[in-house]
């Protein structure tokens, strides 16, 4: 059996970036629930800024969890997310190269080896 990691460390940083997020954007949040939540987002960047900080972690920690799954089975990794996580990566770097986007590449290539691509 292979070592696990690649879903362990997808779930690392998704843990990270909800935890920053709620630190980071504690005042907004807290914004945000004084005003009800509901219909809070529209017309406030700051708030939509926090709120897809936070949920962007939420699906790393998801897909992760999946991807561990698949790798506690022994099973070959599916080929296109790690094509996927490459092409978040890429397109994350491009558009701002001092960035946690980085982080994803690891996993990208790992992913990608496991499916038998490179």
Not at 16 to 42: D, E, K, P
Not at 54 to 71: K, Q
């Amino acid at each position: 059996m292979r070592k696990r990691w690649i879903g362990r460390w997808l779930m690392a940083i998704g843990v990270l970036h909800i935890a920053l997020g709620l630190f980071t954007y504690r005042r907004t949040f807290a914004g945000m629930l004084s005003s009800g939540v509901w219909n809070t987002l529209a017309g406030h960047p700051d708030r939509e800024l926090s709120f897809w900080f936070v949920v962007s972690g939420w699906g790393l920690l998801f897909g992760g969890g999946l991807l561990d799954r698949l790798e506690t089975a022994d099973v070959p990794l599916p080929q296109w997310a790690g094509w996927a996580l490459l092409a978040v990566a890429g397109i994350g770097i491009l558009a701002e190269p001092m960035t946690g986007f980085w982080a994803l590449v690891p996993p990208a290539i790992g992913t990608l080896r496991r499916a038998g691509t490179v």
